[in-house]
């Protein structure tokens, strides 16, 4: 996958994944602050519109950082982590996510032929 137009350059890239990395950080610790109030609909959010505005590549990695945000906030926040049903719904968490990030890339390719 190359990257020829001006708007997928490496510095345009690079700065999405800084700005995803801040938002993510941002919605984790709101996460951790609500408690055991879903916030998922904002990761959702966040990572549609970073999906859109770059790369799949981008996504997936911002889709990382949303997990690992989630299981941070949830470790301090004493939700017991390390649990089968945690894991569980953290595998689903996981999947329902990249399925989004997928969605979003093949309605994006639809909307520009």
């Known amino acids: ?5 001006a708007k997928h350059s490496k510095y345009y890239l690079l ?4 700005l995803s990395t801040f938002f993510i950080s941002v919605l984790g610790y709101i996460d951790y602050i609500t408690g055991e109030i879903s916030i998922d609909i ?10 859109w505005y770059s790369n799949i590549l981008v996504g997936i990695i911002c889709l990382i950082e949303v997990i690992l945000a989630k299981t941070s906030a949830d470790y301090f926040d004493h939700i017991k982590v390390g649990t089968h049903l ?4 953290l595998f689903n968490y996981f999947f329902i996510y990249l399925i989004m990030c997928f969605l979003v890339v ?3 390719n ?3 032929k």
């Not at 996958?1 to 137009?5: G, H, I, K, L, W």
């Open 1 to 5: 996958m190359t990257c020829t137009s």
């Open 15 to 18: 700065k999405a994944l800084m």
């Open 42 to 51: 904002l990761y959702i959010i966040c990572l549609c519109v970073i999906t």
């Open 86 to 89: 945690y894991e569980w719904n």
């Open 106 to 108: 093949k309605l994006k």
């Open 110 to 112: 639809a909307l520009s």
